[in-house]
């Protein structure tokens, strides 16, 4: 019996420690719920130009007049994210991400002739994360992200014309997988598609 209940207690022991460390690492979260990353994205905007933004009223809306019928060439840089996070519980987090991107653009009027111009883009999203995969020790993970909102073209002058006031137009984001090194500080990559480009790196403090 006596052999029986040391057997037992062991095979407890065994089983209760994975769990403690599974409840060290929530309880770690739990006490440092809120999350603020800075990052940079590589921006596809310019290859979404001419099959989403490629519309004569949009150009209309942009320029103010209908002088120009269509955007051509379109490129960005990279755009610059600021987001804040809040984790709910083990696995689920909802937060805000706001981004400045710049885009240059060839506009076509009636004749075919291209006007250079250019703009400022900036985004405004909800999200929310998943952390889908965590180590005991917390300090790999990962997680996918989705963000919804708006983002607002504002431009530049256009020869001697003025790009009038701001464009607002839907916009989105999906990282299909984020890698993340680090606890309290950390530095990630993700993967995905959208406003915030295919590739985008940061670093990120938990607090």
Known sequence: MKKAFVAILAVCCLIAAPQAQAQTQTYYKQIH??????SYGVSLLGSMIGSVINKADLVNGLVGDDDYV????????????LAYTYQLNKTVSVGATAGINRMS????????????????IYTLMATG????????????GMYSKVGL??????GELVEDKSLQGTLWLPTGHLSLIGLEV???????LE?????QGIVQAGIRARF
């Open 149 to 154: 909102g708006v983002m607002a073209m504002h």
């Open 70 to 81: 269509a955007i051509k060439n379109g490129g960005t840089k990279g755009i610059l994210n």
């Open 105 to 120: 653009v060839n506009l076509e009027d009636k004749t075919g002739k291209l006007t250079a111009a250019a703009a400022n």
């Open 33 to 38: 719920p809120n999350e603020i990353s800075a």
């Open 191 to 195: 993967l995905g598609a959208g406003m």
């Open 129 to 140: 994360k998943f952390d889908w995969f965590r180590t005991r020790s917390d300090v790999f």
């Open 182 to 188: 680090g606890r309290g500080f950390s530095g990630f």
